[in-house]
């Protein structure tokens, strides 16, 4: 009786998480969708702010849609250009030892660090290369925030590539860089790039880190060494504005954010889907 209890007092306490997580999705959605789409329009996505627009005038936040989509792509490459080796030499090279241990340590410890402080270290290091806020400086600040994620997540998903098929590839002849390269990255693919999604999503929403480092303009990004704008800040500063008007277009900018998080998951999903077929389960 009382092992009976006790499973219905737990699988109760499952479904009102469950119901907490979901309820607090739908809220957050059904707020954004209400109030960002009557002030939706064609000009809020092919055109720039122009002179006046956080007073309620003309204009888009074309220059925030594209500059965010750069910050992230940019961040994301650069920190799978850097994680990646990490994540191979940590499953296939490097054996259990205290410096390994303090390496996931330390990406740990990264990963909680809040944001605010990548964007000071971004922009310390920006003065000391003598750079100013730029898209530059942006994607090396969204790229360190990413790191962790990307390593952590990654080795996850590695670490489930079942041992008989890395023994069997060395049985072939294969080295453990041809190993890695054409038998493990292939079998993680699918976990690959919902890592990278991860990624990308903390990437394209973060505000904090790229406020020093990134800048701002009403312009379009044309070079990596000038102020690009962001959706999150965009929302940001539309929102601290004393015109109605203007705060509910931060709800039309939040709602084109979600709605590309939402396009690049399920594109993301697609594709994992396609290269499943080539995993061994």
Same mark, same amino acid.
């Given at each position: 009786?009382?092992?009976?209890?006790?499973? !219905?007092?737990? $699988?109760?306490?499952?479904?009102?998480?469950?119901? +907490? =997580?979901? /309820?607090?999705?739908? @809220?957050? *959605?059904?707020?954004?969708?209400?109030?960002?789409?009557?002030?939706?329009?064609?000009?809020?996505?092919?055109?720039?702010?122009?002179g006046g627009y956080y007073l309620g005038k003309e204009g888009g936040i074309l220059n925030a849609i594209t500059g965010s989509l750069a910050l992230a792509g940019g961040a994301t490459l650069l920190s799978?250009?850097?994680?990646?080796?990490?994540?191979?030499?940590?499953?296939?090279?490097?054996?259990?030892?205290?410096?390994?241990?303090?390496? !996931?340590?330390? $990406?740990?410890?990264?990963?909680?660090?809040?944001? +605010? =402080?990548? /964007?000071?270290?971004? @922009?310390? *290091?920006?003065?000391?290369?003598g750079l100013r806020a730029s898209l530059l400086g942006g994607i090396m600040a969204l790229a360190f925030l990413e790191?962790?994620?990307?390593?952590?997540?990654?080795?996850?998903?590695?670490?489930?590539?079942?041992?008989?098929?890395?023994?069997?590839?060395?049985?072939?002849?294969?080295?453990?860089?041809?190993?890695?390269?054409?038998?493990?990255?292939?079998?993680?693919?699918?976990?690959?790039?919902?890592?990278?999604?991860?990624?990308?999503?903390?990437?394209?929403?973060?505000?904090?880190?790229?406020?020093?480092t990134a800048g701002y303009t009403d312009r379009l990004p044309t070079s990596l060494l000038r102020p690009v704008a962001s959706l999150p800040l965009a929302v940001f500063f539309q929102l601290g504005t004393p015109v109605p008007e203007v705060r509910e277009r931060a709800y039309a900018s939040a709602l084109i954010l979600t709605v590309i998080i939402l396009v690049i998951s399920l594109g993301t999903r697609l594709l994992a889907r396609r290269f499943t077929r080539h995993v061994v389960r």
């Open positions: 009786m009382g092992k009976h209890l006790e499973e !219905r007092f737990f $699988l109760a306490l499952m479904i009102a998480s469950l119901a +907490i =997580v979901t /309820g607090s999705l739908v @809220f957050i *959605l059904t707020t954004v969708v209400v109030k960002g789409l009557p002030a939706l329009n064609l000009a809020m996505v092919t055109q720039v702010p122009k799978l250009a850097l994680s990646l080796p990490v994540v191979l030499y940590l499953q296939l090279f490097a054996r259990d030892s205290r410096f390994v241990y303090l390496v !996931r340590l330390s $990406l740990d410890v990264l990963w909680g660090i809040p944001s +605010i =402080v990548y /964007g000071a270290f971004g @922009f310390t *290091l920006l003065l000391f290369l790191l962790p994620i990307l390593v952590r997540a990654m080795e996850e998903v590695m670490i489930m590539v079942p041992f008989e098929l890395k023994e069997a590839s060395y049985a072939l002849g294969a080295t453990r860089l041809e190993t890695a390269l054409r038998v493990v990255v292939r079998q993680t693919l699918p976990g690959l790039l919902t890592a990278l999604l991860l990624a990308f999503g903390r990437g394209i929403g973060d505000a904090a880190s790229v406020l020093f």
